[in-house]
């Protein structure tokens, strides 16, 4: 079974930088993608970012050329270097991992990001 365990999360002034890291373990064999979800408060969880075990990345619209998804395949981790933040980026962030891009079935427990305006 897949463990993820995110970090990196925080507060942030609007217009700074974060990078968020999330550890794989377990089941590593059965993870193409990895992915970084938010949720906002009264709001669903959306897709941010995701990135295939070959390296083809999708992104939100509302984050393209601000947020940098990558992945260390031998250390069985992904980033999300998060800058330019704005106020509308605080949310819980979530690691997830699956077999493509399109689904996702294993889950961390989130990582706050706060950005003050």
């Known amino acids: 079974q897949v463990q993820l365990v995110e970090s990196g999360g925080g507060l942030v002034q609007a217009g700074g930088s974060l990078r968020l890291s999330c550890a794989a373990s377990?089941?590593?064999?059965?993870?193409?993608?990895m992915g970084w979800h938010r949720q906002a408060p009264g709001k669903e969880r959306e897709l941010v970012a995701a990135i295939t075990r070959g390296g083809s990345t999708k992104y939100a619209d509302y984050v393209k050329g601000r947020f940098t998804i990558s992945r260390d395949n031998a250390k069985n981790t992904v980033y999300l270097q998060m800058n330019s933040l704005k106020p509308e980026d605080t949310a819980v962030y979530y690691c997830?991992?699956?077999?493509?891009?399109?689904?996702?079935?294993?889950w961390g427990q989130g990582t706050q990001v706060t950005v003050s305006s």
């Open positions: 997830a991992a699956g077999v493509t891009m399109f689904y996702f079935g294993a």
């Open positions: 377990g089941g590593i064999a059965s993870i193409n993608a």
